[in-house]
């Protein structure tokens, strides 16, 4: 997909400041170990765009300027397409919105988005609910087993929350516990190896020779036999019933949802029909799309969750901030509808701070398909841009105090305003996050559900490591105590 060979940094970064190749090389493992520290270094050194070498060995322009950001992700954005970093992932889970690129995605886009829009996810707001209640049972169980506290693993616990709740969104309610553990486990799996393929490629040859790369290889075919057979299920058998208000059409000409089929994303997929042909997909884009939400759905909410409870425990100043606005809205006692929502603005705050401090997508790539220019710096075809997420979330010169946890920097009318592309989160441009809508919504049901029933505390003073692979994850488990609210 992207075959445009690296260029040499020398022709690639210009007149932009960089780091030494020798630099890089002898830092390529504490770069491969500490990716954020090294970036962060390197960027405060030289500059808020800089020239390196990936690993030592790859030619890219890392950039923290939100200017930059902007101008390749949206006003530029045709002169760019994502790197092999991301099409990699094509091998595994195939060509879905998130891999796909060109004409081809932008015909998937106009597909699919209309299945995210507001009243379809007043639909999704309720198998998510049943998600993270189901959630909140189990640990109040474990908790009176335990005798009323309890130390958890809170990444451990957002994980398996998140993909119930993707999983549900997706299938709905009729999967098993062990069809989604099996689901789950594979697709961590398949990533966790593909990250090492990507930060080691020296290992290539070695996986190759234990015949690694086949049994990833497998593992995905499984996957898709497991997604395959849902389809197939429902396409045999497709009605549980839905309510009709939730049931909306959603292209322009697609056929109308009737009440008896489930308001899921599964459906939404099925029933979606193409503008010129008025056909549905065929049932291996039907695949490669549902995997693609699968994983694009799971761990980039698992730590946004995780890294807010980790924050709030942290802070409980802001946690009863966030019951106190619950109660106020009169809402301490239920959870709320998805139109209520709207009416707990502090909640948000709390969640938008946490992925300014921890962006589960931490850094984007993307190549530049053609010779372009920013603002005087020559850009030709060829340059490998990192987008460095997570260093525009703390710029100093964006974000008064960068590194502290202030929910109230997104109250309405903070002065100064937040520059444009200074908080990207999910992205930008035509790109940005199909899922971001369903994503804020799942976060604060989940905050509101663990904050109604429980109060986590930390267990050390120390601050939790990262652990930056394709999204941002805390190094090791996350402990945090764990007592009735
Ligand atoms: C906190 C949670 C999430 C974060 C931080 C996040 C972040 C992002 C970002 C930054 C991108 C753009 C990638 C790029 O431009 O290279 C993206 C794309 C995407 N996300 Fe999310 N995401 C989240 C949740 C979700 C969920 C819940 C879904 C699905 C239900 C989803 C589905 C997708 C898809 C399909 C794309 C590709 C869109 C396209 O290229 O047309 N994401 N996400």
Not at 348 to 362: C, D, G, I, K, S
Not at 441 to 468: C, K, N, W
Request: glycine residues 6%; proline residues 9%.
């Amino acid at each position: 997909m992207s075959e445009i060979p690296d260029l040499p940094l020398s022709e690639l970064a210009g007149p932009l400041p960089r780091v030494p190749r020798w630099r890089t090389l002898l830092g390529s493992l504490a770069m491969a170990r500490q990716p954020i520290r090294n970036l962060d270094r390197a960027l405060s050194h030289h500059g808020d765009t800089v020239g390196l070498h990936l690993g030592g060995v790859r030619p890219c322009i890392v950039t923290r300027d939100p200017a930059l950001a902007q101008h390749i992700l949206q006003k530029n954005h045709r002169r760019y397409l994502k790197s092999d970093l991301t099409h990699g992932l094509i091998r595994y889970l195939g060509r879905g919105l998130l891999t796909n690129e060109g004409a081809d995605w932008l015909r998937q886009r106009r597909l699919i988005q209309p299945g995210f829009h507001r009243q379809r996810l007043a639909a999704l707001t309720r198998l998510m609910q049943a998600a993270a209640e189901e959630w909140s049972q189990d640990l109040r169980a474990r908790l009176a087993a335990a005798g009323g506290g309890l130390t958890v693993d809170i990444h451990a616990e957002m994980t398996r929350v998140a993909f119930h709740i993707i999983a549900q969104a997706t299938f709905g309610t009729s999967m098993t516990d062990a069809e989604r553990n099996r689901l789950s486990d594979i697709l961590t799996r398949i990533q966790a190896f593909y990250v090492r393929t990507i930060r080691q490629p020296y290992l290539r040859p070695w996986f190759t020779a234990r015949g690694t790369f086949r049994q990833h290889d497998a593992l995905s075919q499984e996957l898709r036999e497991l997604v395959r057979g849902y389809i197939r299920r429902r396409q045999a058998a497709p009605g549980t019933p839905a309510s009709p208000e939730t049931a909306a059409p959603f292209t322009n000409n697609s056929p109308p949802v009737t009440p008896t089929l489930p308001d899921d994303l599964l459906q939404m997929l099925l029933d979606a029909r193409y503008e010129d042909t008025g056909e549905g997909m065929s049932e291996e884009q039907l695949l490669d799309e549902a995997n693609i939400l699968l994983l694009a759905g799971h761990e980039t909410s698992a730590n946004a969750l995780s890294w807010m409870l980790y924050l709030l425990a942290r802070h409980p100043e802001a946690a009863a901030q966030v019951r106190q606005e619950r109660a106020a809205a009169g809402l301490a006692q239920r959870p709320p509808e998805f139109a209520e929502l709207t009416q707990l603005p502090y909640s948000m705050q709390v969640v938008q701070e946490t992925m300014r401090l921890y962006p589960p997508a931490w850094i984007l790539d993307r190549v530049a398909l053609e010779d372009d220019e920013f603002r005087g710096l020559p850009i030709p075809k060829g340059t490998l841009f990192s987008i460095y997420i997570h260093g525009i979330h703390r710029h100093p010169g964006l974000w008064p105090e960068p590194d502290a946890f202030r929910p109230e920097r997104f109250a309405p009318g903070q002065e100064p305003p937040i520059p444009a592309y200074a908080y990207l989160p999910f992205g930008g441009g035509p790109r940005l996050c199909v899922g971001s809508h369903f994503a804020l919504t799942e976060i604060q049901l989940v905050l509101l559900e663990a904050l109604r029933h429980f109060t986590f505390a930390p267990i050390s003073e120390a601050p939790a490591g990262t652990d930056p692979l394709i999204t941002l994850r805390p190094k090791g488990p996350l402990w945090l105590a764990v007592s009735s609210a």
